[in-house]
């Protein structure tokens, strides 16, 4: 089974969680293309480095659940989800695979590819709002101002770009698949 991102559920509000999220690693990659095609244009490069694309040449873990090497290194699953951040400019987005929780800044090995770059993420409270459905722009974006519209009347203050995590392999049947918006809010 694949490691869920870790998190605490604060409170719960009318259309949304409140949760802690954890101070946590990605390896994440820009990419400029259009909301459906970013997160396919990053998954090869990113799967790469997971796969052993790395100075280590170990693999870290894989898009699907878990993977083994041939040298016989431990199998390590990856985490879901994989998460889209709109970029500065349209068209632009940050793609980010969240890496396993056993990972520090000092484990974790530096990518080959200098597309591929690893991040510590601070500790953050977020507003996030669970759906299940397809991956469209729109599916995203209606429940972005929903979420938006629902964090602003309860009284709370969103302090960063809106995440779209997919946490589900694409031969998962739509209608099955996790999906959330997450809004950064202040403290």
């Not at 080959?112 to 974006?141: C, H, K, N, Y």
């Amino acid at each position: 089974m694949t490691e869920q991102q870790p998190y605490r559920v604060v409170s719960r509000h009318p259309g949304f969680e409140l949760r802690r999220y954890p101070a946590h690693l990605v390896a994440e990659m820009q990419i400029q293309a259009s909301f459906t095609r970013a997160p396919i244009e990053a998954f090869r490069p990113l799967a790469g480095y997971l796969g052993g694309a790395n100075r280590a040449r170990h693999p870290i873990g894989s898009a699907a659940p878990a993977m083994s090497a041939a040298s016989g290194s431990e199998k390590i699953a990856m985490t879901a989800p994989v998460v889209q951040i709109e970029g500065e400019r349209p068209g632009a987005y940050l793609i980010q695979f969240v890496m396993p929780a056993t990972f520090t800044t000092a484990t974790l090995p530096e990518p080959v590819d200098p597309r591929v770059r690893v991040r510590a993420i601070p500790q953050q409270l977020a507003a996030a709002m669970r759906f299940s459905g397809r991956w469209t722009e729109r599916a995203f974006s209606q429940r972005a101002t929903m979420l938006g519209r629902s964090v602003t009347a309860a009284g709370l203050q969103p302090t960063g770009a809106i995440r779209y995590a997919r946490f589900d392999p694409p031969w998962k049947p739509w209608f099955l698949r996790r999906n959330e918006v997450v809004l950064p809010v202040v403290e």
